[in-house]
């Protein structure tokens, strides 16, 4: 992933996102991306053409991990 310092920097609010994610995902849509806007560092978690051009989109897999017993996670940067 590219950028690694940038997602430090919002690091904490990343993993809330993807925790939240993965305790809902059948409230989301299947298509879900995380959007970016990388000045206000606002993120917001929608299919991809709800997501306004301001911001940078990633994959949701990209935030997720899987633990040593199989179980996903929420990344830590």
């Known amino acids: 992933m590219e950028n690694q310092e940038r997602f430090h920097a919002i690091g904490e609010k990343l993993y809330g996102v993807a925790k939240d994610y993965l ?4 409230d989301y849509p299947t298509d879900i991306v995380v959007g970016i806007n990388w000045e206000t560092e606002d993120i917001v978690i929608d299919s991809p053409s709800k997501i306004d051009a301001a911001y940078e989109q990633f994959s949701i897999a990209e935030f997720i991990t899987i633990d040593e017993k199989g179980y996903f996670e929420p990344r830590v940067f």
Do not use: D, G, I, T
């Open 23 to 26: 305790a809902h995902h059948l």
